[in-house]
């Protein structure tokens, strides 16, 4: 099921505003570190919001620190169970944290907090999470709960040694991230609270979401990560020391942020097959063995929506009619998806879409005399719900001669009923013979190269050939305006 904004995400109009976020992706082992000098190992705060890409596999999207003279090390992680955990181990493991509460929303940004202060005489004050501004403790719990002993040190602000973001690879074990990350905050000497990063929205109490930190106090081996410039994504905004990127591009830096939420495709939303998602959940290669359908994370039923994808590959060459790009409703029922009438759409129900040899189905219907897709092509989708007309288009010029702000006309569009369910973006894979590579472009963040940087009329999103005028990228700020 989509998710859009509820109580994992950000308002669509916070006060404060992110501008980028950085893609992690676990097959780069993309990560990065500074190596830190002696500061306060009782006392200190992390607090980042996350997104997460891949699930079932442990992933680190915190802090990591070894102190490798005696084999101790610190480690925030989401493990293979999909639920956070954090610990210290110093000759056994003495302090860990492990939630109840599993992180499978793909669709949404979570905001975590870890305040740590082992001077207080109360134990469970020396170790608290907070999730989206409610700590842990009084609201899922914990399956383990281990407080640290009074005036513990933690293996953090050890002097000379790396301080790690995104990976845990000690000894033989490697975990590396897979999320997108925003606003990262790590705090020398201070326990900070949720409310230090974040508030409450005045008119949706149930919507958390960032404020400006910039007034905090750091200390030693603090600092702050905006993400914002794309050349230097581990620049300290608060003017320390800047964290050295691993396998990190300008490419990692997106717009999908906590307080403008972009679609992406679906891992959780994933028919037929399991295809493997990585970039973000924006690049989708299809298993062969089976037939695929893709989701995204977002559904619409009203207004004017833009996306691309490209055909990065295919197994067995160009305008292939198993591949298809399109729109779907979501099935009614288990019969739906396995009565299989994948052969005639996007989807196995309620879908049309174009096929890789240029015939537009919907249905049982087919529609000759668009353009094939061949491998490396960019295809643009235009979807006016308003008016029921699908247009695409190929490397930026429009097929059938369409032109996407006609209206009711529909010049060179596919006409559709749009009906009262949410419709899905998607791609399909039809021949279970067969794989497929395919890169969508939301606008937040990008399944291939973009060398063009171009924005709807709201200013939001990048994509690489120009929007029509009156189309937007899915993201949560144009959902609350045209959605």
């Known amino acids: 099921m989509a998710i859009i904004l509820g109580s994992q995400s950000a308002a669509a109009d916070a006060a404060y505003d992110v501008a980028n976020s950085c893609r992690f992706n676990k097959g780069d082992t993309a990560y990065m570190h500074k190596t830190t000098s002696a500061g306060n190992r009782k006392t200190w705060t992390y607090s980042t919001w996350f997104k997460r890409i891949s699930l079932g596999t442990q992933v680190t999207f915190g802090l990591v620190q070894a102190n490798t003279a005696n084999d101790n090390i610190m480690a925030v992680q989401i493990v293979a169970a999909n639920t956070m955990d954090i610990w210290d181990y110093n000759g056994g493991m003495s302090a860990q944290i492990t939630t109840n509460r599993v992180f499978r929303d793909v669709g949404s940004w979570y905001h975590v907090v870890l305040a740590v202060d082992t001077t207080d005489s109360t134990a469970n004050n020396r170790m608290r999470l907070y999730i989206n501004g409610v700590e842990e403790r009084g609201a899922g719990g914990y399956s383990t709960d281990t407080m640290p002993a009074e005036d513990y040190t933690f293996n953090i602000n050890v002097a000379d040694k790396a301080l790690k973001l995104g990976v845990y690879d000690y000894g033989s074990v490697s975990s590396p991230a897979d999320f997108y990350l925003a606003e990262t905050v790590f705090i020398d000497g201070t326990q900070y609270a949720a409310s230090d990063f974040g508030e409450f929205d005045e008119d949706s109490p149930t919507i958390w979401k960032p404020k400006d930190v910039s007034g905090l106090t750091f200390g030693t081996n603090g600092f702050y990560l905006d993400y914002e410039d794309s050349s230097n994504l581990g620049n300290d905004a608060n003017g320390g020391t800047d964290l050295t990127e691993v396998s990190l591009a300008a490419a990692d830096q997106a717009t999908d942020t906590p307080t403008n ?203 690489e050939y120009d929007v029509p005028a009156g189309y937007y990228s899915l993201c949560t700020k144009n959902l609350a305006e045209f959605g």
């Not at 890789?356 to 491998?375: F, L, Q, S």
């Not at 001669?401 to 060179?412: F, H, I, M, Q």
Request: glycine share 16%; hydrophobic share 35%.
């Open 261 to 463: 939420n972009f679609c992406t495709m679906n891992p959780l939303d994933n028919y037929y097959a399991a295809s493997v998602f990585t970039e973000g959940m924006t690049h989708i290669l299809t298993i062969s063995g089976n037939a695929a359908y893709n989701p995204s994370t977002f559904a619409v039923k009203k207004g004017k929506w833009y996306f691309e994808v490209k055909l990065i590959a295919d197994s067995v060459g160009d305008a292939q009619e198993d591949v298809i790009i399109g729109i779907s409703t979501e099935p009614a029922t288990t019969a739906a998806i396995n009565n299989g009438a994948l052969v005639y759409g996007v989807s196995p129900y309620g879908g049309l879409g174009i096929r890789g040899n240029g015939k537009m189905w919907a249905g049982t219907t087919e529609t000759t005399g668009w353009a094939n897709i061949d491998v490396g092509d960019i295809v643009t989708i235009a979807v006016d719900f308003d008016n029921g007309k699908f247009y695409k288009g190929i490397d930026g010029t429009w097929g059938n001669s369409g032109d996407p702000t006609s209206g009711a006309t529909g010049t060179g569009a596919y006409s559709f009923t749009v009906g009262t369910d949410d419709w899905f973006m998607g791609v399909n894979r039809r021949t279970t013979s067969a794989t497929s590579t395919f890169g969508v472009n939301f606008g937040g963040s990008s399944g291939f190269a973009i060398s063009s940087a171009q924005a709807d009329d709201n200013g939001y999103g990048t994509f």
